[in-house]
């Protein structure tokens, strides 16, 4: 039995067409394709495409790893600023509940007198701190400070420049504003709550976690306060 040459020379013949331009578009744009792949390996422009991904990828990786530690420094141990949000926090609990009245005018007056040197040892150090989130917590406290100092002012009480605050003996008790004294230091939303939950917040972070404080959280999500004085800084203002 013989082999037709006849038919396998047409078949070398379609094959060969196919490749240098008589096949499909499809078939062109592939041929194309290996060519230039196989151009550019020869040329070893492909091997500078290369080496230049795998640099990138490498800082890249480098960059993260630095992210990593930055993040980690950020949120070093603090036992300075944990033990000043401590002593912050018992003042500013016990204002929630003191009498702001003329028959207890003494007894405020050292309880805010207190809450005033805690405070400012709290901004001090937590301004300072090197941790980032015990930083965000004092920034928020002066910020909330700063845009109500006419209301401090008030009763005594004023803002310094180096983000402490002062308090003026004569004009807390000469004044006798006592609806001022409450609506800043009694109850729910007040100045003298929010330090307490600020400074509890502080602590933890300061102090890798460990809670200072009893409040609790709702389902939500959301800071559930044990005082419920409708008096808030906000309406006062």
């Given at each position: 039995m013989g082999i037709s040459l006849n038919g396998l020379n047409s078949g070398l013949a379609d094959t060969y067409s196919s490749l240098l331009g008589g096949g499909s578009s499809s078939s062109d744009s592939g041929v194309s394709s290996i060519l230039a792949d196989y151009a550019s390996i020869k040329n070893g422009s492909y091997g500078k495409l290369m080496k230049s991904y795998?640099?990138?990828?490498?800082?890249?990786?480098?960059?993260?790893?630095?992210?990593?530690?930055?993040?980690?420094?950020?949120?070093?141990?603090?036992?300075?600023?944990?033990?000043?949000?401590?002593?912050?926090?018992?003042?500013?609990?016990?204002?929630?509940?003191?009498?702001?009245?003329?028959?207890?005018?003494?007894e405020a007056y050292d309880a805010v007198s207190?809450?005033?040197?805690?405070?400012?040892?709290?901004?001090?150090?937590?301004?300072?701190?090197?941790?980032?989130?015990?930083?965000?917590?004092?920034?928020?406290?002066?910020?909330?400070?700063?845009?109500?100092?006419?209301?401090?002012?008030?009763?005594?009480?004023?803002?310094?420049?180096?983000?402490?605050?002062?308090?003026?003996?004569?004009?807390?008790?000469?004044?006798?504003?006592?609806?001022t004294m409450k609506t800043l230091f009694n109850g729910s939303n007040s100045f003298a709550d929010k330090v307490s939950y600020k400074a509890s917040q502080m602590y933890r972070y300061a102090n890798e976690g460990k809670s200072i404080t009893a409040k609790t959280y709702t389902s939500s999500g959301t800071y559930s306060a044990t005082n419920t004085s409708d008096s808030t800084i906000d309406s006062a203002m």
């Open positions: 795998y640099a990138k990828a490498k800082a890249e990786a480098e960059d993260d790893e630095s992210g990593s530690s930055a993040a980690s420094s950020s949120k070093e141990k603090d036992t300075l600023t944990a033990s000043s949000a401590s002593s912050a926090y018992k003042a500013a609990e016990k204002l929630l509940t003191t009498d702001f009245s003329e028959e207890n005018l003494d207190d809450f005033v040197k805690q405070y400012n040892s709290l901004i001090k150090n937590g301004t300072s701190s090197s941790n980032s989130s015990v930083r965000k917590q004092a920034q928020y406290l002066y910020d909330t400070m700063y845009s109500n100092y006419k209301l401090f002012a008030k009763i005594g009480i004023t803002l310094n420049t180096d983000r402490t605050l002062s308090l003026d003996e004569d004009t807390f008790k000469d004044k006798g504003n006592y609806s």
